[in-house]
């Protein structure tokens, strides 16, 4: 009866299955299997009533417990999602990518063009960091001045 339960899962609660057995979320699985969170939600659910089981954990241990090691490595490998990581970005340094350009024009472009927003690390050099927070404020300095003058354009006017 129960093997009869595992083999009517698809494919797809197979994987869900799977997944929140490493302990991950609907919302860190959906990304993961191209699917919304909420689709995720109901297979599992799905799963979990036809396993008999109370929660998505006890399907997911039930589940394991029940395959064995080879059909464990067969439906990892089905997956490719399960297997892949995706490798790191590499960033480099604006001093790095002043060094590839040749034309002046587009070192100074480079120069100028907003500093990185985001919490991805990096591997800039103390010399590094100086510019690119010294590229900011001079963004901000900019932006402010621009702010002050469009004010007393405004109130020369209304004068």
């Known amino acids: 009866m129960q093997d009869q339960s595992f083999a009517r899962l698809t494919d797809s609660q197979r994987a869900c299955l799977l997944l929140v057995l490493d302990g991950a979320t609907s919302k ?31 399907a997911a241990r039930a589940f394991a417990s029940a395959i064995d090691e080879a059909e464990l490595k067969r439906l990892q490998l089905k997956f490719p999602a399960l ?26 472009m480079t120069m100028l063009r907003p500093p990185p927003i985001g919490g991805e690390p990096h591997d800039l050099t103390l010399t590094g960091k100086l510019l690119e ?3 900011a404020a001079l963004y901000m300095a900019a932006f402010m001045i621009g702010l002050v003058l469009l004010l007393a354009g405004i109130l020369a006017l209304l004068n």
Request: proline residues 8%; charged residues 30%.
């Open 133 to 135: 927070m010294s590229r």
């Open 83 to 108: 297997a892949e990581v995706p490798p790191p970005r590499q960033i480099s340094s604006s001093s790095d990518m002043r060094k590839r350009r040749g034309s002046p024009w587009l070192r100074l």
């Open 28 to 58: 860190e699985i959906a990304p993961r299997l191209g699917l919304t969170f909420r689709t995720v939600d109901q297979y599992l659910h799905q799963a979990q009533q036809e396993l008999g089981a109370s929660a998505r954990r006890e």
